[in-house]
């Protein structure tokens, strides 16, 4: 009797509350209709569309299930519709304001700069509503000039981060361009790099394109470059291949054309220019621009292939007994400002196109006017100091012939003064090292360039020595020049 208790009990709690997998009796009724639930119990919104309810499919039938097993039906399953009057399923539309803008107020492309007042970028919560625009108001000058500053900080950074088209360039094999720059070399004349070249290679010169210029070689004779022309050639060709490749990456193959000398091997004179050709514009204007390359294997100026401006030094001064150049500038100027020399001087300027007499005395005192003194410490036997003076002036006319017709003309006057002596004219020799009619190769400035690379003072000096000294074991001392 207890057993069977048990059992209708089970019974009634699986009709009741049915496993999963257990159809519901047929007997039930189904919940369905405006009893369970009424039909207004959810806002309907008529743009929406209407959704279908879900049915959930047949549970599959068992083939083992006893005959008196209910069988399933259809349940309705509600699917909720969203309200459409959260905030999230709102449309976020752009309100614009129609306040009437404040007066006076300057219109300006930087306002939308989210640098600009009112254009703060601040994170919004998806579920808020959108903010009203702020009310437009005038900006102040400060904030005109820090917002147009701001605007242009890119192009700024720009140009700070990248080299200048002169930028000198620093490469570890070179000496690097001292403060002030490097030393200037001067020459007799400005066409004096083509001095004694053969006519033919002058001429196979001319017909080269550019871009290209022009290389004198540090401490080398006219009759070493003759000697040693294919070695010199090839350390230029890799100093200047060196140089490129800097500059661009793959530079094709750079042409040097040696000089040659005019009447051939047998003459006495010999050219000391040569030629680099078939090299990128960029570079070409990188090396002239710095001028002075100085490497261990070899040094060299680069020059122009032009002659634009007649050289400044005129000539070379001794016979003061004074070191100061003031004093020797104004002897100078009073020479060439006497009557009779400034006659002078202003016919030579007149036949050289000037166009009326104003010009003419115009030019005459700005040659007075550009007069410049450099001393030279030249000392004797016993380290006396017997200064020279060389005088430099700028040419106001580009004319060869007029330059060199009154450069002869100064040259033969006489510069006295009261008290300090008279200055005449005396030769000039180029320097051996760096071929500057300025100074001899003692006194040359380029060995005291910090971090100088390129050939010092005593080289030859100092090979000269040893050769006469090994003379004057025959009895006559050597003697040091």
Known sequence: MKDKETSSIKA????????????????????????????????????????????????????????????????????????????MFQEFKVVQSNETPVDNVVPSDLNSSI?????????????????????????????????????????????????????????????????????????????????????????????????K??????????????????????????????????????????????????????????????LIHKVPEETRNLIVNQRIWSSPDITFEALPFNCSQPPELLFCLSGFTTSDTDLVRKAVADVWSHDNHRHDIDDIFSQCGFQDDELVYKATRELIKSIRVEMLDFKVTGGLSVPRFNIFATSPTNDAKTWTTLRGFLHLLEYPTGLEGCGTATALFPCQLCHSLAHPRGLCPFPLIPQWNGPKIKNRNTASSTRQSGRSRGGRPGRNT
């Open 12 to 87: 009634t709690s699986q009709t009741a509350r049915p496993y999963p997998s257990t159809p519901r009796p047929t007997s039930q009724t189904p919940r369905t209709g405006p009893k369970f639930f009424p039909p207004n119990t959810l806002p309907q919104d008529e743009e929406s569309m209407e959704e279908p309810y879900s049915f959930l499919p047949d549970p599959p039938s068992s083939p083992g299930s006893p005959p008196d097993t209910p069988t399933p039906i259809h349940r309705e399953i509600c699917v909720t519709k969203p309200q459409n009057d959260l905030p």
């Open 115 to 211: 640098h600009a007042p009112g254009n703060a970028m601040v994170d919004q919560p998806m579920g808020a509503p959108p903010s009203p625009p702020l009310p437009t108001r005038a900006q102040t000058a400060e904030e005109d000039s820090i917002l147009a500053h701001l605007a242009l900080a890119e192009a700024n950074r720009s140009i700070l981060s990248q080299n200048g088209v002169n930028h000198r360039t620093v490469l570890p094999q070179f000496t690097p361009t001292p403060i002030g720059g490097f030393p200037h070399v001067h020459m007799a004349h400005s066409a004096q790099i083509f001095d004694h070249l053969d006519n033919k290679v002058l001429l196979a010169w001319f017909q080269v394109e550019h871009p």
């Open 213 to 274: 210029f022009l290389v004198r070689v540090f401490d080398h004779s006219a009759k070493d470059i003759a000697e040693k022309t294919a070695i010199i050639a090839e350390r230029i060709r890799a100093s200047i291949t060196t140089i490129a490749d800097y500059v661009h990456q793959e530079t094709p193959p750079i042409r040097v054309s040696p000089p040659q000398p005019q009447g051939g091997r047998g003459s006495k004179d010999f050219p000391i220019g040569f």
